[in-house]
């Protein structure tokens, strides 16, 4: 974007495919806004569902849908990422348009799995397919506005929900999921006009065909990276469920400070995230976003922990300066995983290396809730402290793991393409 950018263009890509590819994030996730608002609430009101089942059943299809990354990723390499992607967005609107039919405990896990499955299996090609249409120097900026998009719908969609939470009938409930329905049918759309990528590149001959790297389950160092990467992104587990148990069980601020805190994140992520993730188009700008992020994550934990003592109007002060801390860290972490996720693949298996990544990330996340909620109700002070220390762990190795598994990459002797003929 030019210095003479204002408004709502300083928070769009240039024009083209990456703007449109932008625009489909935007539109989803004001459809999932709309129904992750009140999707607690349809589950255990409308459905019948009690909450013990409902955490059941999301925690089945959060283990499940990581199995599908990786081999959806190769069908992107192999078919087209758009194709695949397109696909994805398909299963999902026909998915949630199940939850209208679901009236018990079997028939809402089917739903969810298959919601989750689908998710899964977007997230890779998604990242593959914008591979393909940004340039390799322009990779992180694009994820970033896209990020931006994310949080603009999301912060749309929930607004828009009120109305039908405030309804409280089974119509309104019944709105919400026609919504998200409709936000999937209108991502189609666009992903359907959009360029094709069509299936990876056939081999080039041996003179002008560059190093390839082994397969991406095999690479330890690219998933070790992926691993530390989900590690930082437990912030989001710190944000939704840390905060809120910390002001209501050990602070003398107010329980509504909670619905000030959210918005003030997300405001500032809309506001900072392309700044945040200047310099991460390179692995080693990555790996110093890394490491910043891990300071920043520690620095949040600690200036929370301060809060257990201090009166309401302080608290929730230093509380939103630990909020600001605490996105300042989500910001560089995005930033970090995007530039060495994006600078590590395999450019003739990206969708196969993306996924692996996704992989990667979504099993070191997966504990995080528990982690969390753990340390911050029962260790208190010295839980956020070993916290933070997790944080600034994984930031600091983030850097020099990553410029280890570039040089690797770069010097490790050729290996056969999967798509090459070999006449010998």
Known sequence: MSSTSSGAAALLPPRGPLRAYALTTLVDWIGNGLFHTGAALFFTRIVGL???????????????GP??????????????????????VVVRAVAFAGYLFVDGFAGFLAVVCAIALAESASRPVRGAYLARIADSSALVAASAYTRVMLNIGFSLG?????????????????????????????VAAIVARMPDDGPRP?????????????????????????????????????????????????????????????PLNTALAILFQVRA???????????????????ALLAACAVTATTAGLPPVAAVLVLAVGVALLTAGELLSSASGWGVSYGLADPHRQGEFLGAWSLGSDLARAGGPLLVAGLVT????????????????????????????????????REECPTSANTA
């Open 158 to 186: 929930s607004l828009g929900a009120g109305a039908a939470l405030a309804a409280d009938s089974r119509t309104g409930y019944t709105v919400l999921v026609l919504g998200n329905c409709a936000s999937y049918a209108v």
């Open 50 to 64: 009690g909450a013990t089942q409902v955490g059941l059943g999301l925690t089945v299809a959060a283990l499940l």
């Open 67 to 88: 199995a599908v990354t990786v081999p959806a990723g190769k069908l992107g390499d192999r078919f087209g990422h758009r194709r695949v992607y397109l696909a994805t």
């Open 202 to 262: 056939a081999a080039l001959p041996d003179a002008r065909r560059p190093a390839h790297r082994r397969a991406a389950l095999r690479d330890r160092r690219f998933l070790a990276l992926a691993a530390l990467s989900g590690l930082l992104y437990i912030n989001a587990d710190v944000l939704s469920l840390g905060v809120p148990l910390w002001i209501s069980t050990h602070t003398h601020a107010p329980t509504w400070s909670v619905a000030v805190l959210m």
């Open 378 to 413: 029962h260790a208190g002070v010295a839980g956020w402290l070993l916290l933070g220390t997790l944080f600034l762990v994984a930031g600091t190795v983030t850097g020099p793991l990553a410029a280890r598994a570039e040089r690797a990459a770069a010097t490790r002797p």
């Open 277 to 295: 993730a200047r310099g991460s188009d390179t692995v080693a700008g990555a790996g110093v976003a890394g490491r910043r992020a891990g300071w």
